[in-house]
């Protein structure tokens, strides 16, 4: 089955884009977890989310 060229160009766009959204996404998480108050969520403790920064910290170099 014949696969019409702007839908595999739409396809390869989207592919490019799964890197940058995926990286920024981490970072913008790991950025509400080190200062809660400044991504909108004041009711979350930051003590509390520092085991788990710890460990995805670490985890953000293999995104990609």
């Known amino acids: ?3 019409h060229p702007q839908f595999a160009r739409h ?3 989207l592919e ?3 890197l ?3 990286t920024g996404w981490v970072e913008a ?3 509400a977890m080190r ?3 400044a991504a909108g969520l004041p009711g979350l403790d930051r003590k509390s989310l520092l085991g788990l920064l710890m460990a ?3 985890l953000r ?4």
């Open 29 to 31: 998480m790991l950025q």
């Open 1 to 3: 089955m014949q696969i």
């Open 56 to 58: 995805v910290e670490p």
């Open 61 to 64: 170099m293999h995104i990609g």
């Open 20 to 22: 940058p959204l995926a």
């Open 11 to 13: 396809v390869r766009y």
């Open 35 to 37: 200062d809660p108050a």
């Open 16 to 18: 490019s884009q799964a």
